[in-house]
């Protein structure tokens, strides 16, 4: 279990998931409700499983218990006359394109709903004084998308505390199912948009789909785009491993993904076993003294004559000046490059000892951020996009779609965006990086 969930291991956790009233009408999906037919059956509203698999011997009972995701016998809205929105919000992400795709090809096939409406360039698009027509989606609109990175309907960061306004686009329009996809700015607009909606009695089933590469959304399993980043991560670490290992005292520094969280530097280091040092937001290091990083990568060079360094790019911001509390659109804190930092730093430090290093700096974010999902990804986003109009379809309400125990169920939005998940450094993952790269436990003097 994450470190962001350890606090909540001794209090029951609720998982009740609302509903916008009673579903009453039968579902065009045809699957069936018997055990042993070779069909496929639907999902009953009373079948759960629990959240914590794993217990202590003094404990008795289960902390909590998740919906399951999937097609109900019966649906809240009325396909005939259903309309559609979908969003996509925040920074780009591998599989975007793949959870629209899905999203429409669901509705538009499985539930016969033709009204779809894709939302321009984030929340900025519910908002008159941005002039952002909605666009109509079809099949054949999204058909191809899959293959390419990015978003069909364009990404933005804020606006989604203009909550009044959102639903004011959303009831004129018509529409009672938003699917909103992006990370924890996202849905936390996204849970204030379902709660404004019951406040006016609105029928507005509201349905996120957790988009965060850094995989930092709490009670999600894995967030779509993690396994691409990791994939194309290991790609930029073997070019620094090759520049470094054919040089003399040759330092590879790569910068990856992870504000909060170091997920993506963890498991690429694990995946590549080429890393010698990884710095996570998670465990604080220092630069100087016995135990500080410049003098464990001296050591490295006169043992091994190269090293590569791996850097989530929210890890030392303590160590820089440039860090500040100013944040962009979405809220976060804008973050000082610890990349270019530790670049110039052990430059410097190395200069100053009369060493000659060969350091080659490699940042692959935005080639990263703009890629295709690979396979994994793209089974994932599919089964993700299926899952939300499911919940739509049911009447389900500020939700999330999210993997937990590798069982896709609905997790409700406050309790995804009430805090961080990150990296234990007790854990199993966190030891194995250790292991892996041979990097000292913690590097503070």
């Known amino acids: 279990m994450a470190q962001a969930d350890k606090n909540r291991t001794m209090e029951e956790l609720d998982f009740t998931i609302q509903t916008l009233g009673q579903s009453d009408i039968q579902s065009p999906v045809s699957l069936s409700k018997n055990i042993g037919d070779y069909m496929a059956n639907y ?240 465990v604080p290091f220092e630069l100087d003294g016995d135990n500080g990083l410049l003098a464990h990568l001296e050591t490295r060079l006169n043992n091994r004559n190269h090293a590569v360094i791996l850097v989530a790019e929210g890890a030392g911001q303590d160590l820089m000046q440039s860090a500040s509390n100013l944040t962009d659109a979405s809220g976060n804190i804008k973050l000082g490059d610890i990349g270019i930092f530790l670049k110039d730093k052990i430059t410097s430090h190395f200069k100053a000892k009369g060493v000659d290093i060969n350091l080659r700096y490699i940042d692959p974010s935005y080639m990263i951020r703009s890629a295709p999902a690979n396979p994994h990804d793209s089974i994932y986003c599919a089964r993700l996009g299926t899952n939300a109009v499911h919940a739509a379809m049911a009447g389900r309400t500020g939700v999330l779609i999210g993997l937990v125990h590798n069982q896709l169920v609905h997790v409700p939005i406050h309790l995804a965006v009430s805090r961080k998940n990150a990296i234990d450094p007790d854990s199993e993952l966190w030891r194995d990086v250790i292991e892996a790269t041979g990097q000292p436990p913690l590097m503070k003097n």
């Not at 894709?118 to 079809?138: A, S």
């Not at 306004?165 to 948009?193: C, P, S, Y």
């Not at 404004?196 to 590469?213: F, H, N, S």
């Open 43 to 282: 999902v009953e509203d009373d079948y759960y499983i629990l959240y914590d698999i794993a217990s202590h011997s003094s404990k008795v009972g289960a902390p909590g218990m998740l919906e399951i995701a999937g097609p109900r016998e019966k649906i809240f809205f009325d396909p005939a006359v259903s309309k559609a929105a979908i969003v996509t919000c925040g920074g780009l992400c591998p599989g975007l394109n793949d959870v629209i795709r899905s999203i429409v090809m669901c509705l538009w096939y499985r539930y016969r709903v033709k009204s779809i409406f894709g939302v321009k360039f984030g929340y900025r698009g519910f908002l008159p004084q941005f002039d952002l027509p909605m666009v109509k989606l079809t099949p054949k609109d999204v058909q191809d998308i899959h293959q390419n990175g990015g978003t069909l309907l364009g990404s933005s960061r804020g606006y989604g505390d203009h909550t009044t306004e959102i639903v004011d686009t959303l009831e004129k329009m018509g529409i009672n199912m938003l699917f909103t996809i992006g990370g924890d700015g996202t849905q936390k607009g996204a849970l204030n948009i379902s709660n404004e909606a019951l406040k006016r009695g609105l029928k507005l089933a509201v349905v996120g789909v957790p988009k965060t590469i850094d995989n930092d959304l709490s009670f999600i399993q894995q967030s779509f785009g993690f396994e691409t980043a990791v994939s194309r991560a290991v790609e930029a670490v073997a070019a620094a491993h090759v520049e470094a290992f054919g040089a003399i005292n040759g330092v590879g520094v790569v910068k990856v993904m992870g504000r909060q969280s170091g997920f993506i530097a963890a498991h690429t280091a694990l995946a590549i076993n080429d890393v010698n040092f990884v710095l996570v937001p998670e």
